[in-house]
């Protein structure tokens, strides 16, 4: 027993010290180059000069990152703001001597590398891998290992829900189309990005039954990777340790969606030797393909091969999936059903997003039903049942035991030598949606930068405006004032006259500053557990807020169990009174865009430049008010909640309003700021359409508004929405196409409110959007 305690002290000892004598420390006011001008260095080596952090090459720029400097490949194993586009040579990575460590660019603007709100005053490269930062305590605040990217090094852990995300290439680290999750049921698994995590999307899972939910993933620096369980129990063995020396190891989610465990013999310059691999059928994870297109497998080799009738967007990257070699027919015209045939690719497995089943008894007639659905693309044939989809058919893949026979459209004329429809329109339509997602993100980064300018302008003149207020003298504080009820009761003339009433409680009209200025003031009635939150949130989020485009909490009261709230008030009602009211006259189309684009402007606001960011949660008409002038203005803020600084997704309860809640919410994702989008999209299509999103009183077919505005823009048939009323078509085309990518399910694939914003000026071409319920796979 002793020597037990003995030889623990000792270890423990030898240890501390050897970690202390060794690991370089750096401190505030270093600073790093990625060309090493001036004679600074491109990254800090840890002791033994195995792992670096710092600048590596990246694409036609640099990226900051840790790799294995020790060994000829300098293999990256994690990446900082792994989505950024690379950076210009011009940058410096600053570990400021107040204790922040930041990318600066040659402006000046500054990108956060670890978001610790925490002062750092060292920090070190260690031998391990793990980049860490210690406070004055000298307690770590910060460390790569709880943020990692698509590796997994000896003596990191993966707990509970937390993932690792592909890289898109072996040589770009930004996030791919793949993910490694540890589930809450103890299972380690994979999913291709933007599915939920259920049994059908998931692959090459490695686990045991019964030992969840605090199961972890652990490997040793002898390479041995295991599950334990909650009280620290072998479960599962994936490999096992090697006791030789100078052998380096790591585990990868790789960018064809393969886990792998890699050792490399530092004293021999190999490259890296896979010792397992995970799932070993290169063709199970689906995806790999791109959409429409399918995995086959020959002698281990996979290969991409296409849906009948269909070609690689691009031969020599078949990732990018597969187009229509074929013109479509619009299905007013009367070739909607002659024009085509269908084909069948047997022993094939999709994902099956059926839009509509139907039992046939044979594969002909499945055929033939989908043949005469102008809405249908394609069909999905097992065991007599006919699943009828759209496209894109993607996860495709050969499997030889499988029944499944796919039964695609094909139209009969093909695209080079149809007369109709001009080449470049068709091109433009049937170009691969990858290739417009990877479009979109470049013009994302375009428009970013130059709507930097015009925000930051915007910003300054909102910030100058306070400040003017302040010299006139209106006493108009920018943080709102707390009131006693009595004090309410004076301004509200004894809450005389009633404005409206909610769920919440009621509103009613008053006065403050000598009666100067109107206000609204809102009673919250029953003081539940649930509002007191709501009401923490509300004087919280908006009480931090000042933009012209957000209604102004000018004072709350927090007096007992009384609690109020008081805004400015809001002379034309909500944006849902313009829009639903039958009796009210339509706005017109430039009216509608502006509202569209002062709303999207307050959005941002929320999004981008407030810190922490906030994600409104309940974007609807109800809560879009308008002022005296008709500016829409966006109001309660109940449900809103605050990301933390280095957040930028959250696991929350659903929140919002039937109707205009994103698909995420249900699917038990985690939720980010791109389900305000979502809900700006649905609000977009009903204030185009002047309805409501859901309308049982209107024909089946009209009755889900997100439906029957991509049904119309698909058939080309936009003037439909609007009753015919007369508007002008490209003002129309341009807000529909927006909303439609607003309203995509996979999150990524929305653009960020920024974007919405600039395409609603109309001056950049819009992509066609995909269809809203078709699943594709994000680059
Ligand atoms: C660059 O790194 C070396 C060793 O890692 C160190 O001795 C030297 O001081 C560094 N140079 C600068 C300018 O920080
Ligand atoms: C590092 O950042 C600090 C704070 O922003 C700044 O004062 C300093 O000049 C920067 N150092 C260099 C070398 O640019
Ligand atoms: C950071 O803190 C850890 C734990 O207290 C300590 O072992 C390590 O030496 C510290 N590193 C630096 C660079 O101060
Ligand atoms: C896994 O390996 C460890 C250490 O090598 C061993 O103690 C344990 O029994 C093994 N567990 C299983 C389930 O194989
Ligand atoms: C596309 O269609 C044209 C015309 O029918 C045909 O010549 C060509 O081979 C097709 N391409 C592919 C890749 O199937
Ligand atoms: C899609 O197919 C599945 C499996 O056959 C079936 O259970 C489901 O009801 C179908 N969905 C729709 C919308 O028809
Ligand atoms: C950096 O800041 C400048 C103004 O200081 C601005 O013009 C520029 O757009 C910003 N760049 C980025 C990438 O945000």
């Given at each position: 027993?002793?020597?037990?305690?003995?030889l623990?002290?000792?270890?423990?000892?030898?240890?501390?010290?050897?970690?202390?004598?060794?690991?370089?420390?750096?401190?505030?006011?270093?600073?790093?180059?990625?060309?090493?001008?001036?004679?600074?260095?491109?990254?800090?080596?840890?002791?033994s000069?195995?792992?670096?952090?710092?600048?590596?090459?990246?694409?036609?720029?640099?990226?900051?990152?840790?790799?294995?400097?020790?060994?000829?490949?300098?293999?990256?194993?994690?990446?900082?703001?792994?989505?950024d586009?690379?950076?210009?040579?011009?940058?410096?990575?600053?570990?400021?001597?107040?204790?922040?460590?930041?990318?600066?660019?040659?402006?000046?603007?500054?990108?956060?590398?670890?978001?610790?709100?925490?002062?750092?005053?060292?920090?070190?490269?260690?031998?391990?891998?793990?980049?860490?930062?210690?406070?004055?305590?000298?307690?770590?605040?910060?460390?790569?290992?709880?943020?990692?990217?698509?590796?997994?090094?000896?003596?990191?852990?993966?707990?509970?829900?937390?993932?690792?995300?592909?890289?898109?290439?072996?040589t770009?680290?930004?996030?791919g189309?793949?993910?490694?999750?540890?589930?809450?049921?103890?299972?380690?698994?994979?999913?291709?990005?933007?599915?939920?995590?259920?049994?059908?999307?998931?692959?090459?899972?490695?686990?045991?039954?019964?030992?969840?939910?605090?199961?972890?993933?652990?490997?040793?620096?002898?390479?041995?990777?295991?599950?334990?369980?909650?009280?620290?129990?072998?479960?599962?063995?994936?490999?096992?340790?090697?006791?030789?020396?100078?052998?380096?190891?790591?585990?990868?989610?790789?960018?064809?969606?393969?886990?792998?465990?890699?050792?490399?013999?530092?004293?021999?310059?190999?490259?890296?030797?896979?010792?397992?691999?995970?799932?070993?059928?290169?063709?199970?994870?689906?995806?790999?393909?791109?959409?429409?297109?399918?995995?086959?497998?020959?002698?281990?080799?996979?290969?991409?091969?296409?849906?009948?009738?269909?070609?690689?967007?691009?031969?020599?990257?078949?990732?990018?999936?597969?187009?229509?070699?074929?013109?479509?027919?619009?299905?007013?015209?009367?070739?909607?059903?002659?024009?085509?045939?269908m084909?069948?690719?047997?022993?094939?497995?999709?994902?099956?997003?059926?839009?509509?089943?139907?039992?046939?008894?044979?594969?002909?007639?499945?055929?033939?039903?989908?043949?005469?659905?102008?809405?249908?693309?394609?069909?999905?044939?097992?065991?007599?049942?006919?699943?009828?989809q759209?496209?894109?058919?993607?996860?495709?893949?050969?499997?030889?035991?499988?029944?499944?026979v796919?039964?695609?459209?094909?139209?009969?004329s093909?695209?080079?030598?149809?007369?109709?429809?001009p080449?470049?329109?068709?091109?433009?339509?049937?170009?691969?949606?990858?290739?417009?997602?990877?479009?979109?993100?470049?013009?994302?980064?375009?428009?970013?930068?130059?709507?930097?300018?015009?925000?930051?302008?915007?910003?300054?003149?909102?910030?100058?405006?306070?400040?003017?207020?302040?010299?006139?003298?209106?006493?108009?504080?920018?943080?709102?004032?707390?009131?006693?009820?009595?004090?309410?009761?004076?301004v509200?003339?004894?809450?005389?006259?009633?404005?409206?009433?909610?769920?919440?409680?009621?509103?009613?009209?008053?006065?403050?500053?000598n009666g100067?200025?109107?206000?609204?003031?809102?009673?919250?009635?029953?003081?539940?557990?649930e509002?007191?939150?709501?009401f923490?949130?509300?004087?919280?989020?908006?009480?931090?807020?000042?933009?012209?485009?957000?209604?102004?909490?000018?004072?709350?009261?927090?007096?007992?169990?009384?609690?109020?709230?008081?805004?400015?008030?809001?002379?034309?009602?909500?944006?849902?009174?313009?829009?639903?009211?039958?009796?009210?006259q339509?706005?017109s189309?430039?009216?509608?865009?502006?509202?569209?684009?002062?709303?999207?402007?307050?959005?941002?606001?929320?999004?981008?430049?407030?810190?922490?960011?906030?994600?409104?949660?309940?974007?609807?008409?109800?809560n879009?008010?308008?002022?005296?002038n008709?500016?829409?203005?966006?109001?309660?803020?109940?449900?809103?909640?605050?990301?933390?600084?280095?957040?930028?997704?959250?696991?929350?309860?659903?929140?919002?309003?039937?109707?205009y809640?994103?698909?995420?919410?249900?699917?038990?994702?985690?939720?980010?700021?791109?389900?305000?989008?979502?809900?700006?999209?649905?609000?977009?299509?009903?204030?185009?359409?002047?309805?409501?999103?859901?309308?049982?009183?209107?024909?089946?077919?009209?009755?889900?508004?997100?439906?029957?505005?991509?049904?119309?823009?698909?058939?080309?048939?936009?003037g439909?929405?609007?009753?015919?009323?007369?508007?002008?078509?490209?003002?129309?085309?341009?807000?529909?196409?927006?909303?439609?990518?607003?309203?995509?399910?996979?999150?990524?694939?929305?653009?960020?409110?920024?974007?919405?914003?600039?395409?609603?000026?109309?001056?950049v071409?819009?992509?066609?959007?995909?269809?809203?319920?078709?699943?594709?796979?994000?680059?």
């Open positions: 027993m002793a020597t037990i305690m003995l623990l002290l000792f270890s423990t000892i030898f240890t501390a010290e050897a970690q202390q004598a060794g690991q370089p420390v750096i401190r505030p006011g270093s600073l790093l180059t990625p060309t090493g001008i001036g004679g600074t260095n491109t990254s800090w080596l840890s002791h000069g195995l792992y670096a952090f710092g600048f590596y090459k990246q694409g036609n720029g640099y990226a900051v990152g840790i790799f294995i400097a020790g060994i000829p490949q300098k293999t990256v194993v994690w990446t900082a703001n792994r989505d586009p690379p950076l210009p040579a011009d940058v410096k990575l600053n570990f400021t001597s107040d204790g922040r460590l930041i990318l600066q660019s040659a402006q000046g603007n500054e990108t956060r590398i670890a978001s610790s709100t925490e002062v750092a005053v060292a920090a070190s490269m260690l031998d391990s891998g793990n980049f860490v930062l210690n406070n004055s305590d000298n307690s770590p605040i910060w460390q790569s290992f709880n943020q990692p990217t698509d590796t997994f090094l000896p003596g990191q852990k993966l707990t509970t829900d937390q993932v690792l995300f592909s890289s898109r290439s072996a770009d680290h930004s996030t189309i793949f993910r490694l999750i540890m589930q809450q049921d103890g299972w380690l698994a994979m999913y291709p990005v933007g599915t939920p995590f259920t049994l059908q999307y998931g692959y090459g899972g490695v686990g045991v039954d019964g030992e969840g939910p605090d199961v972890s993933l652990n490997f040793d620096t002898d390479g041995h990777l295991y599950l334990l369980n909650g009280i620290g129990i072998y479960i599962m063995n994936i490999t096992s340790g090697s006791p030789t020396k100078g052998i380096i190891y790591r585990f990868t989610i790789d960018h064809d969606g393969i886990s792998r465990h890699y050792s490399h013999n530092l004293d021999q310059n190999g490259d890296w030797k896979v010792t397992w691999s995970n799932p070993t059928d290169v063709c199970l994870q689906g995806g790999l393909c791109g959409i429409n297109g399918f995995c086959v497998l020959n002698d281990q080799d996979a290969s991409c091969k296409c849906l009948p009738g269909f070609k690689h967007v691009n031969e020599d990257n078949w990732a990018l999936g597969c187009q229509k070699n074929f013109s479509s027919k619009s299905c007013e015209s009367n070739e909607a059903v002659s024009g085509y045939t084909e069948a690719e047997p022993n094939t497995i999709w994902e099956n997003a059926n839009y509509s089943m139907q039992i046939s008894p044979t594969q002909e007639e499945c055929g033939q039903a989908c043949l005469r659905d102008c809405n249908c693309e394609a069909a999905l044939y097992k065991d007599r049942e006919c699943m009828k759209r496209l894109p058919l993607r996860f495709g893949r050969r499997q030889q035991s499988d029944s499944t796919a039964l695609i459209k094909v139209g009969k093909s695209l080079s030598t149809d007369p109709i429809v080449k470049e329109s068709n091109k433009e339509i049937r170009v691969d949606i990858l290739i417009i997602g990877v479009l979109l993100i470049a013009f994302e980064c375009i428009v970013l930068a130059v709507s930097g300018f015009v925000v930051y302008k915007y910003c300054v003149w909102a910030n100058k405006n306070i400040s003017n207020n302040e010299q006139v003298g209106l006493g108009e504080d920018v943080a709102p004032k707390s009131y006693t009820y009595a004090e309410l009761e004076k509200t003339d004894g809450f005389k006259e009633e404005l409206g009433r909610g769920a919440f409680g009621i509103v009613y009209r008053g006065a403050i500053w100067e200025k109107i206000v609204a003031v809102k009673r919250l009635d029953k003081l539940l557990a509002r007191e939150r709501e923490q949130t509300e004087v919280k989020v908006i009480g931090r807020t000042h933009h012209k485009n957000l209604v102004r909490l000018l004072g709350y009261c927090h007096d007992g169990p009384n609690r109020l709230l008081v805004y400015d008030y809001m002379s034309n009602g909500s944006l849902a009174d313009i829009l639903f009211k039958p009796s009210k339509r706005p189309c430039d009216r509608r865009i502006e509202i569209a684009r002062n709303i999207a402007k307050g959005i941002i606001y929320l999004h981008e430049e407030c810190e922490p960011q906030i994600i409104h949660c309940d974007i609807k008409p109800h879009i008010l308008m002022d005296e008709g500016c829409a203005k966006l109001a309660d803020f109940r449900l809103a909640k605050l990301l933390k600084p280095d957040q930028t997704k959250t696991y929350t309860d659903i929140r919002g309003t039937k109707g809640v994103a698909p995420e919410w249900h699917r038990n994702l985690p939720v980010t700021i791109k389900v305000d989008v979502y809900s700006f999209g649905i609000m977009l299509l009903e204030i185009i359409c002047c309805r409501r999103n859901t309308d049982f009183d209107l024909p089946e077919e009209e009755a889900l508004l997100e439906e029957w505005a991509y049904h119309c823009f698909e058939c080309g048939e936009l439909k929405l609007l009753n015919d009323e007369v508007v002008d078509k490209k003002q129309l085309e341009i807000m529909v196409k927006v909303a439609l990518w607003c309203i995509l399910d996979e999150p990524s694939l929305r653009p960020s409110m920024k974007k919405v914003l600039h395409l609603l000026e109309g001056t071409d819009i992509p066609i959007p995909p269809s809203p319920t078709s699943f594709l796979t994000a680059l």
